[in-house]
Structure formats: structure tokens, C-alpha cells
């Protein structure tokens, strides 16, 4: 489960994985958002990283407010074991899809961070997405194990 209060989400998490050409998987539709489980499970050290769509031709996005998060928002996630993750807003960034910093994003540095990445910035409508990305980041504030938790079997609740 992913919580952010200060924009109002509150949604299960899927999990996503690579495509064949080695690109990582969105979530299959603009209201669900993913958890990339080749990477570190939220609250482990690394770069744990979620993704969500800004929106579709249906409208406004899991993310569409993303982009608004400040510095020292707070972002919750509860894993299936019953541990909840508590991680603080640092920087909101935006990075043009050519320029996109994948090391920086997935990359880990012997800290407990979380990612949460959209799409953002102009739409180009010829070829039917935005020209850049959206990124926040933020780093472990606190966790709350469950009573009796098995944390070596952690991933995010679904």
C-alpha cells in the first residue's frame, strides 16, 4: 500500500518488472502504481523505486499531482508483512526523457531511499507522450515493524 497525504493518495501497489528491450514496466493502467521489484524493497538499503502514470485520455493519474509534493511531504508504504515504511520528501525533480539519470534513480548508495517516478513536463502529441520525467526523492524516516514480522520475506503490500 502506498500512502502520500499531502496529495491524497492512497492505492495498492502492483509489482513491475523489465520489458525484453531492458526498459522498465509502467503499471498497466493510470490508476494503479508499481513497485520495481528488481531493486530493494522499500525501507531495505537502495534505491527502491515506484512508478505511476500522470494520466491517460481518461484523465488525472495515480501521480497527476506528484509534481506538487515539496520537501519534507511524507510518503508511506506498508509492505505484506505488516511493516510500515515511513520515508520524507527531499527533492522533486524534473529530467527530460533523453537525459533521464537511470544510475542516479535506481542506483544505491548505502541508505534506505525511495523513488517515485512519472511523466511530466510537454506533451508531444505526435508520438503520444510527455518529453520528461518527473522524479521525487526520498530517504527512510522510520519503520514500524508488525508484531511478529518476518522481514526477510518483505515486499510491498498489494
Avoid at 502492483?14 to 530493494?40: C, I, R, Y
Avoid at 524493497?41 to 506528484?66: C, E, K, M, R, W
Wanted: aromatic share 8%; glycine share 12%.
Amino acid at each position: 500500500m502506498l500512502r502520500i497525504p499531502s496529495i491524497g493518495v492512497s492505492v495498492s501497489l502492483g509489482t513491475l518488472g523489465e520489458n525484453s528491450d531492458g526498459t522498465v514496466q509502467v503499471p498497466s493502467t493510470s490508476q494503479q502504481a508499481g513497485w520495481f521489484d528488481l531493486g530493494p524493497t522499500p525501507g531495505q538499503v537502495g534505491s527502491a523505486v515506484i512508478l505511476g502514470h500522470v494520466d491517460s485520455y481518461q484523465g488525472p493519474g495515480v501521480f497527476f499531482n506528484l509534481r506538487t509534493l515539496a520537501r519534507g511531504d511524507q510518503i508511506d508504504v506498508g509492505l505484506v508483512d505488516g511493516t510500515a515504511a515511513q520515508f520524507t520528501v527531499n527533492a522533486v525533480v524534473s529530467y527530460s526523457k533523453e537525459q533521464f539519470p537511470a544510475q542516479q534513480v535506481y542506483g544505491s548508495y548505502g541508505v534506505s531511499a525511495l523513488q517515485l517516478v512519472t511523466c511530466g513536463g510537454v506533451f508531444d502529441h505526435q508520438t503520444g507522450s510527455y518529453l520528461s520525467n518527473i522524479v521525487v526523492y526520498s530517504t527512510l524516516t522510520s519503520v514500524t515493524p508488525a508484531p511478529s514480522a518476518d522481514t526477510t520475506t518483505s515486499q510491498p503490500a498489494g
